[in-house]
Every structure is written in structure tokens, then in C-alpha cells.
């Protein structure tokens, strides 16, 4: 089956410094990534989509400079959080789309970082 | 506005039991899925259902089935024969903008199985 792995699956970083986590899809290429957030014991908010080899659309609210997303080939984007502070402590989610629009999304396992 | 609501904070079933989860949900898309999405203690995302809003007929998976009411833009869970792999979070869903990748969620249902 389409399998999405994140890495790392869980990070500490100090405040003021800049952490990137990875999403690949493991055994099929994804036109399509997606990256949520869930804060604790709540639901998931899509923050960005991003298509290969250009800039990521991101929802409304949501900071893309502080927020970095790059989609370089068709098995792995990346988001990079810079500046981190304690507020950006989240679960961060990925998931996957190998066809079109209209194909399921597979998600990633999501990276827990905890900014301290 | 797009809104997904899940008004049961948490429910608990007896082993071999059927529950039903709640879900409404407000969209202007005219086309759309449904979804209920399962997360374990693991965190995983796992995809447990899917309905497709022009499809009158309610989906159905295994011991997994929906009651889609789409005027009253309702879509129930339903669980049958309730095992303890069962406990989880459950979320419902919708898509929006044309695509399944764009999903906004509700805040979610635990639902814990007890022996």
C-alpha cells in the first residue's frame, strides 16, 4: 500500500532555532503534499499544500516565513519551522497524494516538536 | 463557511457492541467527500471510510458503515461488532476546493472499547 514516513518522529530544539522535518512517500510519487498542525487533544488544521517544483499555497493565518515548505522532487517535501518558539510546540502531520485531486491522501505517522 | 462538527466528545461501547459517532457539517462546495478518519495512540492518520456526496447509497467497510443524510448535511458513523483495536480517536470530514488532500476535520470523538 502507499506508505508516507515523516522524520524525525519527534524533535526538542531551543527557542530561536530553526527545525525541518521531512515527509516522503516511500513506494509512489506524490503530485501533491499536504502539512497539517494538531495542537493537543485537538483536530487537525491544514496549514500548506505543495505541488513539485513550485511554491506552496498556504491557508490563511498561517505564516509562510516562518513556515517553510519546499517540495523539491516527487517523493519529498520538506518543512522547515525557523525561529521556533515555545508556541510553535505542535504535532506536525504530512500526508500524500500520488493522482489527482480526486485520489485519497495518505498520511504520514507526524512529528511531535517541542520547543524549549 | 466549511465546518465540521462532532458533537460527542467521547463515547465508550461494550466489546462486540455497535456505536454510532455523530458528524454535521456545512460546505457551499456542490460536490465533496465524506470521511472518517481513525487515530490511534500511535498518532497515525488511517483512512476508515469514504463517501461521495452525489452517491445516495451509504458506504460501507467491513464492520464500518455511514448513514449519509446529505439535506441535512449529517454523516453518522457507524461501528458494529465493536473490537478493542477500535479505540481511538475518530474524526470526521470533508474535502473542499476539489480535492481529498484539503480536508477540514472535526474535533474528534474518542471512543474507547471496553471488555
Known amino acids: 500500500g502507499a506508505v508516507v514516513s515523516q522524520h524525525p518522529s519527534w524533535v526538542i530544539c531551543k527557542s530561536g532555532t530553526s527545525v525541518k522535518i521531512e515527509c516522503r512517500s516511500l513506494?509512489?510519487?506524490?503530485?501533491?503534499m499536504f502539512w497539517y498542525r494538531q495542537f493537543p487533544k485537538q483536530s487537525l488544521m491544514l496549514m500548506a499544500t505543495?505541488?513539485?517544483?513550485?511554491?506552496?499555497?498556504?491557508e490563511q493565518g498561517v505564516e509562510k516565513d516562518k513556515f517553510l515548505i519546499n517540495h523539491a522532487s516527487l517523493t519529498l517535501s520538506t518543512l522547515t519551522v525557523t525561529s521556533a518558539h515555545p508556541e510553535d510546540s505542535s504535532f506536525y502531520i504530512c500526508?500524500?497524494?500520488?493522482?489527482?485531486?480526486?485520489?485519497?491522501?495518505?498520511f504520514g505517522q507526524g512529528t511531535r516538536l517541542t520547543v524549549v | 463557511a466549511q465546518t465540521v462538527t462532532q458533537s460527542q466528545p467521547e463515547m465508550s461501547v461494550q466489546e462486540a457492541e455497535t456505536v454510532t459517532l455523530s458528524c454535521t457539517y456545512d460546505?457551499?462546495?456542490?460536490?465533496?467527500?465524506l470521511f472518517w478518519y481513525k487515530q490511534p495512540p500511535s498518532r497515525q492518520m488511517i483512512l476508515v471510510i469514504r463517501?461521495?456526496?452525489?452517491?445516495?447509497q451509504n458506504a460501507t467497510e467491513n464492520r464500518f458503515s455511514v448513514n449519509f443524510q446529505k439535506a441535512a448535511k449529517s454523516f453518522s458513523l457507524k461501528i458494529s461488532d465493536s473490537q478493542l483495536g477500535d479505540t481511538a480517536m475518530y474524526f470526521c470530514?470533508?474535502?473542499?476546493?476539489?480535492?481529498?488532500?484539503?480536508?477540514?476535520f472535526g474535533k474528534g470523538t474518542k471512543l474507547s472499547v471496553k471488555p
Open positions: 500526508s500524500a497524494q500520488e493522482g489527482g485531486p480526486n485520489t485519497e491522501a495518505f
Open positions: 513506494d509512489f510519487q506524490a503530485t501533491t
Open positions: 505543495s505541488n513539485e517544483g513550485s511554491k506552496a499555497t498556504y
Open positions: 460546505t457551499s462546495e456542490n460536490n465533496y467527500y
Open positions: 463517501q461521495e456526496a452525489y452517491k445516495q
Open positions: 470530514a470533508h474535502d473542499y476546493g476539489g480535492s481529498q488532500g484539503n480536508l477540514i
